[in-house]
Protein backbone atom coordinates (compact mmCIF):
# COMPACT_ATOMS: atom_id res chain seq x y z
CA UNK A 1 0.00 0.00 0.00
CA UNK A 2 1.13 3.08 -0.91
CA UNK A 3 0.83 5.95 1.83
CA UNK A 4 -0.43 9.14 0.76
CA UNK A 5 1.11 12.21 1.59
CA UNK A 6 -0.30 15.25 3.40
CA UNK A 7 -1.38 17.91 1.12
CA UNK A 8 0.90 21.00 1.19
CA UNK A 9 0.70 23.49 3.66
CA UNK A 10 -0.99 26.81 2.31
CA UNK A 11 1.16 29.94 2.17
CA UNK A 12 -1.39 32.62 1.31
CA UNK A 13 -3.47 32.00 4.29
CA UNK A 14 -5.54 34.56 5.76
CA UNK A 15 -3.88 36.44 8.79
CA UNK A 16 -5.18 38.60 11.55
CA UNK A 17 -4.20 42.69 10.97
CA UNK A 18 -2.77 42.72 14.18
CA UNK A 19 -0.21 39.79 13.67
CA UNK A 20 1.03 41.59 10.83
CA UNK A 21 1.16 45.28 12.54
CA UNK A 22 2.69 43.32 15.19
CA UNK A 23 5.58 42.31 13.17
CA UNK A 24 6.15 45.83 11.29
CA UNK A 25 6.20 47.87 14.51
CA UNK A 26 8.10 45.49 16.45
CA UNK A 27 11.76 46.59 15.25
CA UNK A 28 10.28 50.06 15.63
CA UNK A 29 9.44 49.63 19.16
CA UNK A 30 12.72 48.26 19.96
CA UNK A 31 14.62 50.85 19.13
CA UNK A 32 12.45 53.18 21.18
CA UNK A 33 13.47 50.88 23.97
CA UNK A 34 9.89 48.48 24.35
CA UNK A 35 9.94 44.70 24.37
CA UNK A 36 6.42 44.85 22.87
CA UNK A 37 3.50 47.16 21.80
CA UNK A 38 1.60 46.52 25.17
CA UNK A 39 2.36 49.24 27.27
CA UNK A 40 1.31 51.57 24.27
CA UNK A 41 -1.65 49.95 22.45
CA UNK A 42 -2.86 49.70 26.26
CA UNK A 43 -2.12 53.37 27.62
CA UNK A 44 -5.73 54.68 27.72
CA UNK A 45 -6.24 51.80 30.48
CA UNK A 46 -2.97 51.53 31.98
CA UNK A 47 -2.23 55.58 33.03
CA UNK A 48 -4.68 56.75 35.58
CA UNK A 49 -6.78 59.58 34.35
CA UNK A 50 -6.27 62.62 33.25
CA UNK A 51 -3.02 61.08 32.27
CA UNK A 52 -4.62 58.64 29.71
CA UNK A 53 -5.41 61.42 27.64
CA UNK A 54 -2.77 63.95 27.84
CA UNK A 55 0.32 61.28 27.46
CA UNK A 56 1.70 59.03 25.20
CA UNK A 57 4.64 56.91 26.04
CA UNK A 58 7.72 57.94 23.79
CA UNK A 59 10.67 55.63 24.58
CA UNK A 60 11.42 53.56 27.52
CA UNK A 61 15.26 53.81 28.81
CA UNK A 62 17.35 50.95 30.53
CA UNK A 63 19.49 50.66 32.91
CA UNK A 64 23.07 49.66 31.59
CA UNK A 65 24.39 46.15 32.49
CA UNK A 66 26.54 46.29 35.26
CA UNK A 67 24.60 49.04 37.14
CA UNK A 68 24.54 49.02 41.18
CA UNK A 69 20.56 49.30 40.52
CA UNK A 70 18.75 47.78 37.77
CA UNK A 71 15.23 47.56 38.87
CA UNK A 72 13.07 49.10 36.06
CA UNK A 73 13.42 51.36 33.14
CA UNK A 74 13.13 55.14 32.71
CA UNK A 75 9.83 55.86 30.71
CA UNK A 76 9.35 59.03 28.81
CA UNK A 77 6.04 60.27 27.89
CA UNK A 78 5.43 63.01 25.04
CA UNK A 79 2.75 65.24 27.28
CA UNK A 80 0.46 68.44 26.21
CA UNK A 81 2.32 71.17 27.19
CA UNK A 82 -0.45 72.46 29.26
CA UNK A 83 0.16 69.35 31.78
CA UNK A 84 3.95 69.46 32.04
CA UNK A 85 4.11 71.02 35.11
CA UNK A 86 1.46 68.51 36.79
CA UNK A 87 3.00 65.43 35.08
CA UNK A 88 6.11 66.12 37.76
CA UNK A 89 4.24 66.14 40.51
CA UNK A 90 2.28 63.22 39.68
CA UNK A 91 5.38 61.14 38.21
CA UNK A 92 4.93 58.84 41.29
CA UNK A 93 1.31 57.40 40.96
CA UNK A 94 1.90 56.85 37.18
CA UNK A 95 4.87 54.71 38.20
CA UNK A 96 2.76 52.95 40.42
CA UNK A 97 -0.51 52.56 38.13
CA UNK A 98 1.88 50.94 35.34
CA UNK A 99 3.91 48.32 37.76
CA UNK A 100 0.56 47.62 39.36
CA UNK A 101 -0.81 46.66 35.51
CA UNK A 102 2.30 44.47 34.42
CA UNK A 103 2.43 43.24 37.99
CA UNK A 104 5.98 43.71 38.43
CA UNK A 105 8.75 46.73 38.94
CA UNK A 106 9.03 47.82 35.16
CA UNK A 107 9.19 51.30 35.46
CA UNK A 108 11.76 53.20 38.01
CA UNK A 109 10.88 56.54 36.98
CA UNK A 110 8.89 58.62 34.53
CA UNK A 111 10.69 61.62 32.45
CA UNK A 112 9.24 64.32 30.07
CA UNK A 113 10.17 63.61 26.65
CA UNK A 114 11.50 66.60 24.87
CA UNK A 115 8.65 65.94 21.86
CA UNK A 116 5.39 67.57 22.72
CA UNK A 117 2.23 64.94 22.43
CA UNK A 118 0.41 66.43 19.24
CA UNK A 119 -3.18 65.87 19.52
CA UNK A 120 -5.57 65.16 16.07
CA UNK A 121 -6.80 68.15 14.58
CA UNK A 122 -10.22 69.10 15.67
CA UNK A 123 -12.89 69.15 13.34
CA UNK A 124 -14.04 72.15 11.63
CA UNK A 125 -16.87 73.26 14.06
CA UNK A 126 -17.49 75.65 11.39
CA UNK A 127 -18.98 75.48 7.64
CA UNK A 128 -18.09 78.58 5.63
CA UNK A 129 -21.53 80.07 5.17
CA UNK A 130 -23.39 79.54 1.97
CA UNK A 131 -24.08 82.08 -0.90
CA UNK A 132 -26.36 83.97 -1.80
CA UNK A 133 -27.35 81.99 -4.65
CA UNK A 134 -27.28 79.17 -2.82
CA UNK A 135 -29.76 80.46 -0.36
CA UNK A 136 -31.73 81.72 -2.88
CA UNK A 137 -31.93 79.03 -4.77
CA UNK A 138 -33.60 77.12 -1.44
CA UNK A 139 -35.98 79.67 -0.75
CA UNK A 140 -36.75 79.08 -4.81
CA UNK A 141 -37.29 74.91 -4.31
CA UNK A 142 -39.60 76.14 -0.95
CA UNK A 143 -41.66 78.27 -2.49
CA UNK A 144 -44.09 75.97 -3.79
CA UNK A 145 -44.25 74.15 -0.31
CA UNK A 146 -47.91 75.65 0.76
CA UNK A 147 -47.39 74.60 4.59
CA UNK A 148 -45.62 76.91 6.30
CA UNK A 149 -44.12 74.38 9.31
CA UNK A 150 -42.84 71.87 6.28
CA UNK A 151 -41.56 74.78 3.62
CA UNK A 152 -39.61 76.00 7.40
CA UNK A 153 -38.19 72.74 7.83
CA UNK A 154 -37.43 72.48 4.58
CA UNK A 155 -35.77 75.67 4.47
CA UNK A 156 -33.82 74.31 7.44
CA UNK A 157 -32.58 71.11 5.96
CA UNK A 158 -31.35 73.01 2.80
CA UNK A 159 -29.18 75.25 5.18
CA UNK A 160 -28.08 72.27 7.00
CA UNK A 161 -27.18 70.44 4.24
CA UNK A 162 -25.16 73.70 2.72
CA UNK A 163 -23.58 74.86 6.33
CA UNK A 164 -25.42 77.27 7.56
CA UNK A 165 -27.67 75.81 9.86
Same mark, same amino acid.
Request: charged share 25%.
Given at each position: ?? /??? #? #??????????????????LDPVLRRR???? @????????? +?? *? !???????? *??????? /??? @?PDPEGAVL???? +?? !???????????? +????????????????? /?? !?????????? $? !????? $????? $???? +??????SVSNPELR???? /??????????
Amino acid at each position: MT /RKS #P #PPKRKNRAIQLGDVVDGMLDPVLRRRGFAG @REIIANWQV +IA *P !SPWNAATM *PDKMVWP /RKG @RPDPEGAVLYLRC +IE !SYKVMLAHDAPQ +IVGAINRYFGYHLVRSV /RL !SLNPLSLPAA $A !SASKP $APSRV $ALAR +IEKETASVSNPELRAALD /RLGRGVLGKG
